[in-house]
Every structure is written in structure tokens, then in C-alpha cells.
């Protein structure tokens, strides 16, 4: 499968590279002239958010499927968080990659969670990847799969996590990574808003158990 | 007719009170204390829009029409022009309130047309208005028109106007208001986008030109 990555320069992306090029044909695709992870699988292509549908569209030819992990860190939320991301689903959509996986954060959809915890210092955050997550679900026909991970945290991996979240947790990045990968090849996952922290059952279970809120 | 305008001590919204209340009974929804225009038929309710939808909605409780007039100037776009706008659509569907009139801006809808003129340098806001208008017309059931107008000018009204808007163009306050006021009274404006600028049509023959783009 050839797979796009968006975001490639990211933490989560760098690293989802990595991962998928033991199994894929990766497209690294960021606005900087490489990516830092790179191999034999691995091209790169240039995107910028910024641009037009037109030009983003050009460099969605020719994948399988699309992973959104770029951010821009609170810095150009509407820009990039939200105007960006929805270029990339339209573009996954005008060249027919029907599968498009998409890193969001936890509770995006649910606005009555917006003051607890963390969240109640990312508004801003939590309304761009709100209208993010809603515009794939209800304006594209994308095989989707939305993922929502609570605060991501620099550390090892455990291979474990808790997708029925009832209030907003932490995930290490490689635990998030893992499940990035694990979604698509698990097409039980398709239509599915997953939310996520690190836990006590693999990834795997963890996948087959999510509740549809 | 109870009608509330939300965003009451705007230039937009403190001239469309002042012409309301002429006809109807006006909730001027601010979260200031008094809006600056009041008469015998003006009714101040507390509104803002950074609260939740809960509390938005018991502002809105009795009306039959509900206007959005609102806008942070570039200042609160996530919050204001885009979040809080689409609560108030919540909160009118919540009380009943069907008939629902958005000021949005010319070309929200098209972003084709945001390198063009003056709105190369609106992004942030046209993004905005793109997804709360996009709201609008895909997530509710709202009997709803949106205008978009050009840019607001701070000139005499001549009450002649054009719909069927090609180039980003300006426009009077005063136009703007007495179309707004004017599209409440016609049914025939439910369910349009509605680009204008000033021009050289009556308002009430220019509602009815509209094409649907």
C-alpha cells in the first residue's frame, strides 16, 4: 500500500514513518525539503497547508490512503488545524484515497468536556480540531478513522492503552504511533471517533473494544 | 415578531436594532450591560459567547428569529466568529427559534476567491466565516439566510444594492442593515447565500435576482 503521511517532520510523524516503511510505501509529505526519518520506502514530497486544494491535491496522486498528524502548535490553528487539514481531505478525496486516518485529541467532538483538565487551556485547539473531526465525518464520503489521544508524552512505549476514555488522559507518542499503525490494518476501525490514553489492554483488544458514543 | 440580535453594540448591530424595533419587539443580546440603542421595544439580554451552549440557549428562550451580527475583529476568531456563532445556531434550534439570519462575508463559501482584493489578507477570518456558514447550511435545520457583503463602509445609505456579486466589492452599513432587515420580511430568501455589495438595484428586486451558485 502506498501511504501519505502528512505532518512527516512532526514528533508523532517522524516516528509513524519509521513505523509504516517496514510494511509500506511511505509518502513523507511536509513543507521542509526533507523529512528526518528516511529509507529505502520512504519519498518525500512537498506540502504545504498553506497552499490551495489544487497544489496539495497534486501531491496526494497516486496513495492508498492518508495519515493528518501535522500541527501547528497553537500558531496557525486556523490555518493549518483546521483550513489545512480539510484541504488534505478533499484532496484524499478528489484522487480517490479513500482511506484517510486522522490524529486528533481527545474529546474534539464533545465540547462538554472543553473545561476539564488540560483542555480547559486549549480551547482555541479543541474548536479547530472540532470542526476538523466534524467536517470529515459529515462532508466527505473518506473511509475514515478519527483518532483522539489525550496529552502526548515523550516517553517508551507500552503497547497498552484504554480506548473507552471518560476523562482526558495522557498517551506516550510511540503508544499513539503504534495505534496509528494498527488502524490501518484494521478495517474494523473505519467510521469509528477513537478516543484514547495509555492503559492496561493491547492495542489490539483495545481496537475491537471501542464503544460507538 | 421577537427577534434577537446578537452582537446588539456593533455598527451592524446597534443601526439593525434601531431599524427592528420600528416593526418588531428586539432581545439586543450583548454580553455588555445596555446595549447603546434602546427604545420602548428593546429588550437587553446578557449573551456571551464564550459561554456554553446551555447558557446561550436560555438567553435565546421565546424568539422567533434570531440574527447574528457578532464578530471579534480579528481578535477572537476560533471563539467568536466561528464557535460561538454555531452555538447560537444550537441554541436557536434548541428553543424553536427556525427563522435564523447570519452576516457572514462575500466569497466565505468560495475559497477560490480569498487571493482576491482585500480579502488576501483576511484568511483567518474567511476561514471562519467558511465553517460557521458551512455549519449553517449542512448541520442545521434552520430556516436560515446568510449575507455576505463586502466591505463595511462607514457611508450614507442609498438603499439600491447588487446580489449577484462577481468581485469582492464595499458596502455601506446602512445598505447592509436595511438588507438584513429586509430579508426577514421575505420568505423567499430561506435557504440562499446571499452575496452583496453597493449597487444600483432596490434591495426588495435584488432579494429576488439571486441566482444560487
Given amino acids: ?31 521542509h525539503a526533507k523529512p ?10 512537498y506540502i504545504d497547508l498553506l497552499d490551495d486544494v489544487n497544489s496539495i491535491t497534486e501531491s496526494t496522486n497516486g496513495v492508498d490512503a492518508v495519515y ?7 500558531k496557525n490553528l486556523l490555518q493549518i488545524d483546521l483550513h489545512g487539514a480539510i484541504k488534505t481531505m478533499q484532496a484524499a478525496e478528489r484522487v480517490g484515497a479513500k482511506r484517510y ?40 464520503q473518506l473511509d475514515y478513522t478519527i483518532l483522539q489521544p489525550g496529552a502526548l508524552k515523550e516517553e517508551q512505549g507500552t503497547g497498552k492503552i484504554e480506548t473507552n476514555v471518560t476523562s482526558p488522559g495522557a498517551n506516550s507518542i510511540a503508544n499513539v504511533v503504534a495505534t496509528l499503525v494498527a488502524i490501518l490494518e484494521d478495517d474494523s476501525t473505519i467510521g469509528k471517533v477513537i478516543l484514547m490514553q495509555d492503559g492496561d489492554t493491547p492495542i489490539h483488544d483495545a481496537l475491537h473494544s471501542v464503544r460507538i458514543t
Fill in 1 to 31: 500500500m502506498k501511504v501519505l503521511v502528512i505532518g512527516a517532520n512532526g514528533r508523532v510523524g517522524s516516528l509513524l514513518i519509521k513505523k509504516l516503511a517496514t510494511q509500506h510505501q511511505v509518502v513523507a509529505g511536509s513543507r
Fill in 36 to 45: 528526518i526519518n528516511n529509507s529505502g520506502n520512504v519519498e518525500h514530497r
Fill in 68 to 74: 493528518f498528524v501535522s500541527g501547528s502548535r497553537g
Fill in 101 to 140: 486516518i486522522l490524529l486528533s485529541s481527545v474529546f474534539a467532538l464533545q465540547p462538554e468536556h472543553w473545561k476539564e483538565s488540560f483542555l480547559n487551556d486549549l480551547t482555541d485547539y479543541n474548536i479547530a480540531k472540532h470542526y476538523a473531526d466534524l467536517y470529515l465525518t459529515t462532508q466527505t
